[in-house]
């Protein structure tokens, strides 16, 4: 049987754990899944801002001057009637960056709604709250399609 040297153990160890994604990359992923399964989009639009990751230099500010806004949240929304809705997905222990901080503050005066989720539960009830139909319902943390 070949075994690896434990420096190389180590670090094909890691290598695992990083391509499964940190928590929140999970939860992008598991909200993504929820979100094309529970919402219509005769109802409610929906999209992934994908503003976060590494740019480089060129790629960033060409990016900055098409218009890409720092603290925009990880998905928009389009609710029933019109209203604007942003949810920014944050890990267990994800703290809110200032931008981000201060887009909730001006988000929230001009009438629109903001909300920071930590779970695909707390995404359920955020969007249930906000009055969006909802053709999906978790159980045990799994995603189940309601029948008509």
Not at 124 to 134: E, F, H, K, S
Request: charged share 20%; hydrophobic share 40%; aromatic share 6%.
């Amino acid at each position: 049987m070949l075994k690896l040297r434990p420096e190389l153990a180590a670090s094909t160890a890691a290598r695992k754990a990083r391509s499964k994604g940190s928590p929140e990359d999970r939860l992008h992923r598991a909200v993504a899944s929820y979100l094309s399964l529970a919402l219509h989009d005769d109802e409610c639009l929906w999209w992934h801002c994908p503003n976060g990751e590494y740019r480089s230099p060129k790629t960033a500010a060409k990016l900055k001057a098409f218009g890409v806004r720092p603290g925009v949240p990880d998905i928009c929304l389009i609710l029933p009637g019109g209203t604007a809705g942003f949810i920014e997905l944050k890990a267990e222990k994800g703290v809110l960056s200032p931008t981000q901080k201060a887009f909730s503050l001006r988000s929230n005066s001009i009438g629109a709604k903001w909300a920071v989720c930590r779970s695909l539960e707390e995404v359920a009830i955020t969007l249930n709250n906000w009055g969006v139909p909802l053709h999906a319902t978790l159980f045990n943390n799994q995603i189940c399609k309601r029948l008509a």
